[in-house]
C-alpha cells in the first residue's frame, strides 16, 4: 500500500520541476542589395528590399540551484535552407564564445522564403550572380550578425517563464493536385475535368510558445506552422515572406521588443499558396486591402492573438526541460537503374550542350546526385542518410527537428503518437554535412511529379516511416526519463 | 472602325454588369422541436429522446429577383435542424404549399439538412420504437412538414427589396475521420496514436462561404453559412441541434434576434468537428478558455470566421445583382453489387433478421441483397435526384442529397465559373455516402457497399453535371 502512494505521489507531482532561464535575440541579416536570391531553379537578382530578413535567437537553460541541467539555443532564420555546412560553421564559429554552453545544442532552422540569399556558392552559376553579392561573402556576415545575437541571448538568458497553447490559422495548403490517371502534380490546375482532389492533409494546427521575463512580460514567441514561408508577395525583392507582417502584427499588439522565432512544421507538400478559392481568396484581400503575404500573417497573427490571452493564465516557471541531440542514419532512397539512366542522360545533355540555359546548374547538380549515388550504392554506400535529431521535453510539450522538406502526414503521425499535450515539430531543421531536400508519403511517390521524385528525395518513405518511429520513441523516452525523475 | 467601336461597346455592357435587377429577401424561422418524446435518428442503436436540450428550428429563405413588377426568378432555401431529407419528406412539404404560394413555382423550393445527430427519425420501421409513448416518426414528419410550409410561405410573404453581400471567411472545423494505416485499410474513427497508422485519407475545406442579406438600410436580416461539416458533435439522448444552435445565438446576440441564420453543409461525408488527433491539448485549450464546451468552441470559430468574412464582404453589398435558379432531375448510376459483397452482405442481413433490436443492421445488408437481385435481373433503375444550381450574383449555389466526400465538393468549386461556390449536400432528398475512388479501396464503413448507394463513377458525374449547370448558367447570364 505505501509503495503504490509513494508511487502515486510521484507520478502525479511535477516532473523535474527546475527554474527555466530564457534568453532572446533578434539579428538583421538582410544584405544590401543586389541580391542573388535562391528556392528557385534558376538565380534571380534583387535589387529591393521588401522586408528585412532576420535571425531570432532563443536561449533555454533549466537549473537547480547553481547546477545546470539541460539547455538548447535555436535560431529561426530568414532563410531558404541551411544548406550544408552552414551549421557545422556557424559553431565553429561561436566556438569559445558561449560560455558553459554545449554547441551540439544549438541548432538552425529555415523558414524557408525564397527571397533570401542564396548561401552555398556553387547553388547555380557563379556567371549568373552577376555583379550581386556572392554567396561566399555573405555567409561569413551571416555568421558575425547571428553569432552576436546568439551570444547575446546566452549572456542575457535570466530566470523567466514559459506557457504552451495550440490555435489555428489556414494558412498554408497542399500544393499536390491529383489527377483521373492517378499522377501528381505540383501546383497542377484544379480547374480541369480531370482534377480528382488534393493529395493529401492539411495540418492547419498553430502551435504557440511563449516565454516571459521573471515579472511575466512577453519576452520572446516561437511558433511552428504547417507551412513555408512561400506566400505570393513582391516577387524578386528580399523579403522575410508572411513571416513579416506576422511579427509586425504580434509586436505592434504585444511589444516591440518581442523576439518572434517562426518555425516550419512538417510541410514539404504544403505552401500559403491556395490551389482552391483563388478567386475569392483574390477577392477578399482585395476588400481587405492586402497583398498575399500580408493576409497570410494576418490570420498567423490572429492565431497567436487567440492563444497569447488564453494561456497567459498558465505560466510557469517550473518546468522540466530536456534536450536530447541523435545522430541518427535513415534508409536511403534506392535509386533504380531506370532513374539512374534518366538522370546520367540529362546530366550528358547539360555537359555538352553548346548553349547554356541558367537553370543547368541547379538540374544537373539534382540529376549529377542521383548519378552519383546509383553508383555508390552499387557498391554498397549510400544506403543511409545521416542526420542530426533534436528532441525536446519543455514542460508538456515535446519538440523534434529534422532537416527535410517532409510531407504532413508524417508530421501528423508523430503529433498523433507523442504523449505529449503538444508536439512541436520544425523542419528545415539542423541540417548537417548532406542536402536533405523533400521527403514525400507512398502516396506521393506513387503520383510522382516533382517533389516526389528520386532526384529531390535522398530519403523516401521507408527512411520517413523509421524517422517517424525513431523520434516517437526519442519523445516517448523523454517522458518515461523524466516521469522517473 | 466600326467593329472595334461594337466590341469596345460589348466589353463596356460586360463591365457595366449584367442585367440589373431588384433582389427582394424574406426569412422565416420556425421550431420543429416535438413536444412528445420521439426516436433520435442517425446511429445504429435507437436512442428516445424524452426532453429537448435546444430547441430545433428550420429557416426559411425566399429570393426573388423583380424588374419592376415582373419576377424574373426565385428560390426559397429551408435550412432544417434534422439528419437528412428522408425520401417524400420535400414532397411532402410542396404538397402542403399547393395554392397556398401564388406565382411561385414550387419545383423552385428545397431543403437541406444540417445532420444533425440529435433530432427525430422521420420514417417509419426504421428503428423498432415503442408501440406506445414515443411519437411515431409519420407523426413528427406531419407535424415537421406543416411547420416548414408554413415557415416557407411566411418567409414568401415577407419578402422586400433587400441587398445581398458575399464573403469567405476560414474555421478549422472539419476534421477528416478516416485514418489510414500500413496495409491501406481505412477505418472511420481509426485510431490515429498506433505505429500503423499512416495518413488521414483525404482533404479538409476549411473555407466558410457567407451570405449576407441586408435590407436597404443595410441592417443584417439574413445570412446563409456553408460549412463542409456536418453537425454531429453532440450525442446523447436529448434534441438537440448540435453546433448550429450556439452559432446562431451568437449571431443573434451581435446582429439582433430575428436574425435569419441558414445552416448549410458542404461536401463533408468523410468529415466531422471530432478529432482525431491532438485532443488533449484541445481539451487544454478549451479548460483554458473557461471551461468552454467542445460544441462552444466550434461556435466560437465559425462566428470568428462569419465576422472576419462579414468584415471583408461588407464593403461591397450589392442590391441590383442576378438571381437564376435551374432544377434539373438527373439520373446517376448506383455502384455495383459484386459476387463477393452480396455473399458478405445476405450473411450479415440473415445474422439480425430475426431481432427488432438490430433492425437498422438488417436493413443496411439486406439492402445491398435486394439491390444485387435488381442488378442481377436488369430491373435496377438508376438512382434519382433533383439537382438546383442557382448563381446570385458572383455566387454559385449546387446541392446534392448525399453526404458527399469533400474531394467531390472541392472538384465542384476548382472548376465553377463563379467566385465563390457553396455546395450544399444532403438536400432535397437523402442518398447515403458518396465516397471517393480512394475511399473505396481502402473500404471501412461510409466506403463499403452497404453505405454507398452511389460510388465514384455516380460521383464523377454529379461533379461534371454540377459544372457543366454551373457553366451554362454563366454562359447564359452572360449574354
Given at each position: 500500500m505505501k509503495i503504490a502512494l509513494v508511487c502515486l505521489i510521484a507520478f502525479a507531482l511535477p516532473v523535474g520541476a527546475a527554474e527555466l532561464w530564457v534568453g532572446s535575440a533578434t539579428a538583421d541579416i538582410t544584405p544590401n542589395p543586389p541580391v542573388p536570391l535562391t528556392g528557385n531553379t534558376s538565380v534571380r537578382i534583387a535589387r529591393e528590399i521588401e522586408s528585412r530578413l532576420t535571425a531570432n535567437v532563443l536561449a533555454l537553460e533549466s537549473r537547480e540551484g547553481d547546477r545546470v541541467l539541460d539547455q538548447a539555443i535555436m535560431v529561426s532564420c530568414d532563410l531558404c535552407v541551411i544548406r550544408p555546412g552552414i551549421q557545422e560553421g556557424f559553431r565553429k564559429h561561436l566556438a569559445g564564445r558561449l560560455a558553459g554552453f554545449d554547441m551540439n545544442k544549438l541548432f538552425l532552422a529555415?523558414?524557408?522564403t525564397h527571397q533570401a540569399p542564396v548561401i552555398q556558392q556553387d547553388r547555380y552559376d557563379e556567371k549568373d550572380y552577376?555583379?550581386?553579392?556572392?554567396?561566399?561573402?555573405?555567409?561569413?556576415?551571416?555568421?558575425?550578425?547571428?553569432g552576436e545575437a546568439v551570444v547575446k541571448a546566452w549572456e542575457n538568458r535570466a530566470k523567466g517563464a514559459v506557457a504552451w497553447g495550440l490555435g489555428h490559422a489556414v494558412a498554408g495548403h497542399n500544393r499536390r493536385v491529383v489527377y483521373s490517371d492517378g499522377t501528381a502534380k505540383m501546383f497542377g490546375n484544379t480547374n480541369d475535368p480531370r482534377f480528382r482532389g488534393i493529395e493529401g492533409y492539411e495540418d492547419h494546427g498553430v502551435h504557440v510558445l511563449c516565454f516571459y521575463d521573471a515579472r511575466n512580460r512577453l519576452q520572446a514567441v516561437a511558433m511552428t506552422l504547417a507551412t513555408t514561408a512561400q506566400a505570393a508577395c513582391s516577387g524578386n525583392k528580399v523579403s522575410a515572406n508572411f513571416w513579416d507582417s506576422a511579427r509586425r502584427r504580434i509586436r505592434e499588439r504585444h511589444g516591440a521588443e518581442v523576439c518572434v522565432l517562426g518555425f516550419c512544421a512538417p510541410a514539404g507538400d504544403q505552401t500559403p499558396r491556395p490551389q482552391l478559392n483563388k478567386k475569392a481568396e483574390e477577392r477578399m484581400q482585395k476588400l481587405r486591402d492586402l497583398n498575399h503575404c500580408e493576409e497570410v500573417g494576418r490570420r498567423v497573427a490572429a492565431a497567436f492573438d487567440d492563444v497569447a490571452g488564453v494561456i497567459a493564465k498558465d505560466i510557469r516557471a517550473d518546468v522540466p526541460f530536456v534536450h536530447r541531440v541523435r545522430q541518427i542514419e535513415l534508409p536511403a532512397r534506392i535509386i533504380t537503374e531506370a532513374e539512374y539512366a534518366e538522370s546520367k542522360k540529362i546530366c550528358e545533355e547539360i555537359d555538352t550542350r553548346k548553349t547554356r540555359l541558367k537553370t543547368d546548374a541547379w538540374k544537373r547538380h539534382f540529376h549529377g546526385l542521383v548519378v552519383e549515388r546509383y553508383l555508390a550504392q552499387q557498391k554498397g554506400g549510400w544506403k543511409t542518410y545521416p542526420m542530426e535529431l533534436h528532441v525536446m521535453r519543455l514542460g508538456d510539450v515535446a519538440m523534434a527537428t529534422n532537416p527535410f522538406e517532409l510531407f504532413v502526414d508524417?508530421?501528423?503521425?508523430?503529433?498523433?503518437?507523442?504523449?505529449?499535450?503538444?508536439?512541436?515539430?520544425?523542419?528545415?531543421?539542423?541540417?548537417?554535412?548532406?542536402?536533405?531536400?523533400?521527403?514525400?508519403?507512398?502516396?506521393?511517390?506513387?503520383g510522382g511529379g516533382y517533389s516526389a521524385e528520386v532526384t529531390h528525395n535522398l530519403v523516401g518513405p521507408e527512411g520517413a516511416q523509421a524517422l517517424v518511429d525513431r523520434t516517437v520513441a526519442e519523445i516517448?523516452?523523454?517522458?518515461?526519463?523524466?516521469?522517473?525523475k | 472602325m466600326r467593329t472595334a467601336i461594337l466590341c469596345l461597346l460589348v466589353v463596356l455592357l460586360t463591365a457595366i454588369g449584367l442585367p440589373a435587377a431588384e433582389l427582394w429577401v424574406g426569412g422565416a424561422t420556425v421550431d420543429i422541436t416535438p413536444d412528445q418524446p420521439v426516436g433520435l435518428d442517425g446511429f445504429r442503436n435507437m436512442r428516445i429522446a424524452k426532453e429537448a436540450a435546444t430547441p430545433i428550428t428550420a429557416t426559411a429563405l425566399a429570393l426573388e429577383s423583380r424588374e419592376g413588377e415582373k419576377s424574373l426568378d426565385a428560390a426559397i432555401m429551408v435550412s432544417c435542424d434534422i439528419i437528412a431529407i428522408r425520401a417524400g419528406i420535400q414532397d411532402k412539404v410542396r404538397e402542403k404549399l399547393q395554392g397556398r404560394l401564388p406565382g411561385v413555382d414550387l419545383r423552385k423550393i428545397f431543403l437541406n439538412a444540417t445532420h444533425t445527430h440529435s433530432a427525430p427519425v422521420t420514417e417509419d420501421g426504421k428503428y423498432a420504437l415503442p408501440e406506445t409513448g414515443v411519437m411515431k416518426p409519420s407523426v413528427y414528419a406531419d407535424f415537421m412538414t406543416s411547420?416548414?410550409?408554413?415557415?416557407?410561405?411566411?418567409?414568401?410573404q415577407n419578402r422586400k427589396p433587400g441587398k445581398v453581400g458575399w464573403g469567405q471567411g476560414q474555421a478549422v472545423i472539419a476534421q477528416n475521420r478516416r485514418a489510414v494505416y500500413a496495409d491501406g485499410t481505412a477505418k472511420m474513427y481509426g485510431a490515429t496514436n498506433v505505429p500503423e497508422f499512416r495518413c488521414l485519407e483525404g482533404y479538409e475545406d476549411h473555407n466558410l462561404e457567407v451570405l449576407f442579406f441586408g435590407d436597404p438600410q443595410n441592417r443584417l436580416i439574413a445570412t446563409a453559412i456553408n460549412l463542409a461539416c456536418p453537425s454531429q458533435e453532440v450525442g446523447g439522448n436529448a434534441i438537440h441541434a448540435d453546433f448550429w444552435h450556439p452559432v446562431r445565438e451568437k449571431l443573434r446576440e451581435r446582429h439582433g434576434k430575428d436574425l435569419f441564420v441558414l445552416a448549410w453543409t458542404g461536401a463533408g461525408g468523410d468529415v466531422v468537428s471530432r478529432l482525431m488527433y491532438g485532443r488533449a491539448a484541445d481539451e487544454r485549450m478549451r479548460k483554458l478558455r473557461g471551461h468552454v464546451s467542445r460544441l462552444d468552441e466550434l461556435a466560437r470559430r465559425i462566428v470568428n470566421g462569419w465576422l472576419d468574412a462579414y468584415d471583408g464582404a461588407r464593403n461591397d453589398i450589392r442590391s441590383d445583382v442576378m438571381l437564376r435558379h435551374v432544377v434539373k432531375d438527373i439520373e446517376l448510376p448506383y455502384r455495383k453489387v459484386t459476387e463477393e459483397e452480396v455473399a458478405e452482405a445476405r450473411k450479415e442481413a440473415?445474422?439480425?433478421?430475426?431481432?427488432?433490436?438490430?433492425?437498422?443492421?438488417?436493413?443496411?445488408?439486406?439492402?445491398?441483397?435486394?439491390?444485387?437481385?435488381?442488378?442481377?435481373?436488369g430491373t435496377e433503375k438508376p438512382f434519382q435526384m433533383e439537382l438546383h444550381v442557382l448563381r446570385l450574383g458572383d455566387v454559385a449555389i449546387a446541392t446534392n442529397p448525399f453526404e458527399l466526400y469533400t474531394d467531390y465538393g472541392v472538384q465542384m468549386k476548382a472548376r465553377s465559373p463563379a467566385i465563390q461556390t457553396f455546395v450544399i449536400q444532403l438536400a432535397c432528398s437523402s442518398g447515403g455516402y458518396l465516397a471517393t475512388e480512394r475511399a473505396v479501396r481502402g473500404g471501412g464503413y461510409g466506403a463499403v457497399i452497404q453505405s454507398n448507394r452511389v460510388g465514384p463513377e455516380g460521383g464523377q458525374r454529379l461533379v461534371d453535371c454540377t459544372v457543366q449547370t454551373l457553366k451554362e448558367l454563366w454562359k447564359e447570364s452572360a449574354k
Amino acid at each position: 500500500m505505501k509503495i503504490a502512494l509513494v508511487c502515486l505521489i510521484a507520478f502525479a507531482l511535477p516532473v523535474g520541476a527546475a527554474e527555466l532561464w530564457v534568453g532572446s535575440a533578434t539579428a538583421d541579416i538582410t544584405p544590401n542589395p543586389p541580391v542573388p536570391l535562391t528556392g528557385n531553379t534558376s538565380v534571380r537578382i534583387a535589387r529591393e528590399i521588401e522586408s528585412r530578413l532576420t535571425a531570432n535567437v532563443l536561449a533555454l537553460e533549466s537549473r537547480e540551484g547553481d547546477r545546470v541541467l539541460d539547455q538548447a539555443i535555436m535560431v529561426s532564420c530568414d532563410l531558404c535552407v541551411i544548406r550544408p555546412g552552414i551549421q557545422e560553421g556557424f559553431r565553429k564559429h561561436l566556438a569559445g564564445r558561449l560560455a558553459g554552453f554545449d554547441m551540439n545544442k544549438l541548432f538552425l532552422a529555415a523558414t524557408h522564403t525564397h527571397q533570401a540569399p542564396v548561401i552555398q556558392q556553387d547553388r547555380y552559376d557563379e556567371k549568373d550572380y552577376e555583379d550581386a553579392l556572392q554567396p561566399k561573402e555573405y555567409v561569413p556576415w551571416l555568421y558575425q550578425r547571428m553569432g552576436e545575437a546568439v551570444v547575446k541571448a546566452w549572456e542575457n538568458r535570466a530566470k523567466g517563464a514559459v506557457a504552451w497553447g495550440l490555435g489555428h490559422a489556414v494558412a498554408g495548403h497542399n500544393r499536390r493536385v491529383v489527377y483521373s490517371d492517378g499522377t501528381a502534380k505540383m501546383f497542377g490546375n484544379t480547374n480541369d475535368p480531370r482534377f480528382r482532389g488534393i493529395e493529401g492533409y492539411e495540418d492547419h494546427g498553430v502551435h504557440v510558445l511563449c516565454f516571459y521575463d521573471a515579472r511575466n512580460r512577453l519576452q520572446a514567441v516561437a511558433m511552428t506552422l504547417a507551412t513555408t514561408a512561400q506566400a505570393a508577395c513582391s516577387g524578386n525583392k528580399v523579403s522575410a515572406n508572411f513571416w513579416d507582417s506576422a511579427r509586425r502584427r504580434i509586436r505592434e499588439r504585444h511589444g516591440a521588443e518581442v523576439c518572434v522565432l517562426g518555425f516550419c512544421a512538417p510541410a514539404g507538400d504544403q505552401t500559403p499558396r491556395p490551389q482552391l478559392n483563388k478567386k475569392a481568396e483574390e477577392r477578399m484581400q482585395k476588400l481587405r486591402d492586402l497583398n498575399h503575404c500580408e493576409e497570410v500573417g494576418r490570420r498567423v497573427a490572429a492565431a497567436f492573438d487567440d492563444v497569447a490571452g488564453v494561456i497567459a493564465k498558465d505560466i510557469r516557471a517550473d518546468v522540466p526541460f530536456v534536450h536530447r541531440v541523435r545522430q541518427i542514419e535513415l534508409p536511403a532512397r534506392i535509386i533504380t537503374e531506370a532513374e539512374y539512366a534518366e538522370s546520367k542522360k540529362i546530366c550528358e545533355e547539360i555537359d555538352t550542350r553548346k548553349t547554356r540555359l541558367k537553370t543547368d546548374a541547379w538540374k544537373r547538380h539534382f540529376h549529377g546526385l542521383v548519378v552519383e549515388r546509383y553508383l555508390a550504392q552499387q557498391k554498397g554506400g549510400w544506403k543511409t542518410y545521416p542526420m542530426e535529431l533534436h528532441v525536446m521535453r519543455l514542460g508538456d510539450v515535446a519538440m523534434a527537428t529534422n532537416p527535410f522538406e517532409l510531407f504532413v502526414d508524417y508530421g501528423v503521425q508523430i503529433e498523433a503518437r507523442s504523449p505529449a499535450v503538444q508536439t512541436f515539430l520544425i523542419q528545415l531543421a539542423a541540417t548537417g554535412s548532406l542536402p536533405a531536400y523533400y521527403v514525400p508519403t507512398p502516396r506521393a511517390v506513387r503520383g510522382g511529379g516533382y517533389s516526389a521524385e528520386v532526384t529531390h528525395n535522398l530519403v523516401g518513405p521507408e527512411g520517413a516511416q523509421a524517422l517517424v518511429d525513431r523520434t516517437v520513441a526519442e519523445i516517448n523516452e523523454l517522458w518515461k526519463t523524466s516521469a522517473k525523475k | 472602325m466600326r467593329t472595334a467601336i461594337l466590341c469596345l461597346l460589348v466589353v463596356l455592357l460586360t463591365a457595366i454588369g449584367l442585367p440589373a435587377a431588384e433582389l427582394w429577401v424574406g426569412g422565416a424561422t420556425v421550431d420543429i422541436t416535438p413536444d412528445q418524446p420521439v426516436g433520435l435518428d442517425g446511429f445504429r442503436n435507437m436512442r428516445i429522446a424524452k426532453e429537448a436540450a435546444t430547441p430545433i428550428t428550420a429557416t426559411a429563405l425566399a429570393l426573388e429577383s423583380r424588374e419592376g413588377e415582373k419576377s424574373l426568378d426565385a428560390a426559397i432555401m429551408v435550412s432544417c435542424d434534422i439528419i437528412a431529407i428522408r425520401a417524400g419528406i420535400q414532397d411532402k412539404v410542396r404538397e402542403k404549399l399547393q395554392g397556398r404560394l401564388p406565382g411561385v413555382d414550387l419545383r423552385k423550393i428545397f431543403l437541406n439538412a444540417t445532420h444533425t445527430h440529435s433530432a427525430p427519425v422521420t420514417e417509419d420501421g426504421k428503428y423498432a420504437l415503442p408501440e406506445t409513448g414515443v411519437m411515431k416518426p409519420s407523426v413528427y414528419a406531419d407535424f415537421m412538414t406543416s411547420r416548414i410550409a408554413d415557415a416557407i410561405v411566411q418567409s414568401w410573404q415577407n419578402r422586400k427589396p433587400g441587398k445581398v453581400g458575399w464573403g469567405q471567411g476560414q474555421a478549422v472545423i472539419a476534421q477528416n475521420r478516416r485514418a489510414v494505416y500500413a496495409d491501406g485499410t481505412a477505418k472511420m474513427y481509426g485510431a490515429t496514436n498506433v505505429p500503423e497508422f499512416r495518413c488521414l485519407e483525404g482533404y479538409e475545406d476549411h473555407n466558410l462561404e457567407v451570405l449576407f442579406f441586408g435590407d436597404p438600410q443595410n441592417r443584417l436580416i439574413a445570412t446563409a453559412i456553408n460549412l463542409a461539416c456536418p453537425s454531429q458533435e453532440v450525442g446523447g439522448n436529448a434534441i438537440h441541434a448540435d453546433f448550429w444552435h450556439p452559432v446562431r445565438e451568437k449571431l443573434r446576440e451581435r446582429h439582433g434576434k430575428d436574425l435569419f441564420v441558414l445552416a448549410w453543409t458542404g461536401a463533408g461525408g468523410d468529415v466531422v468537428s471530432r478529432l482525431m488527433y491532438g485532443r488533449a491539448a484541445d481539451e487544454r485549450m478549451r479548460k483554458l478558455r473557461g471551461h468552454v464546451s467542445r460544441l462552444d468552441e466550434l461556435a466560437r470559430r465559425i462566428v470568428n470566421g462569419w465576422l472576419d468574412a462579414y468584415d471583408g464582404a461588407r464593403n461591397d453589398i450589392r442590391s441590383d445583382v442576378m438571381l437564376r435558379h435551374v432544377v434539373k432531375d438527373i439520373e446517376l448510376p448506383y455502384r455495383k453489387v459484386t459476387e463477393e459483397e452480396v455473399a458478405e452482405a445476405r450473411k450479415e442481413a440473415a445474422k439480425y433478421a430475426t431481432d427488432p433490436k438490430q433492425r437498422w443492421n438488417y436493413r443496411w445488408n439486406q439492402n445491398v441483397v435486394e439491390r444485387y437481385e435488381a442488378q442481377k435481373a436488369g430491373t435496377e433503375k438508376p438512382f434519382q435526384m433533383e439537382l438546383h444550381v442557382l448563381r446570385l450574383g458572383d455566387v454559385a449555389i449546387a446541392t446534392n442529397p448525399f453526404e458527399l466526400y469533400t474531394d467531390y465538393g472541392v472538384q465542384m468549386k476548382a472548376r465553377s465559373p463563379a467566385i465563390q461556390t457553396f455546395v450544399i449536400q444532403l438536400a432535397c432528398s437523402s442518398g447515403g455516402y458518396l465516397a471517393t475512388e480512394r475511399a473505396v479501396r481502402g473500404g471501412g464503413y461510409g466506403a463499403v457497399i452497404q453505405s454507398n448507394r452511389v460510388g465514384p463513377e455516380g460521383g464523377q458525374r454529379l461533379v461534371d453535371c454540377t459544372v457543366q449547370t454551373l457553366k451554362e448558367l454563366w454562359k447564359e447570364s452572360a449574354k
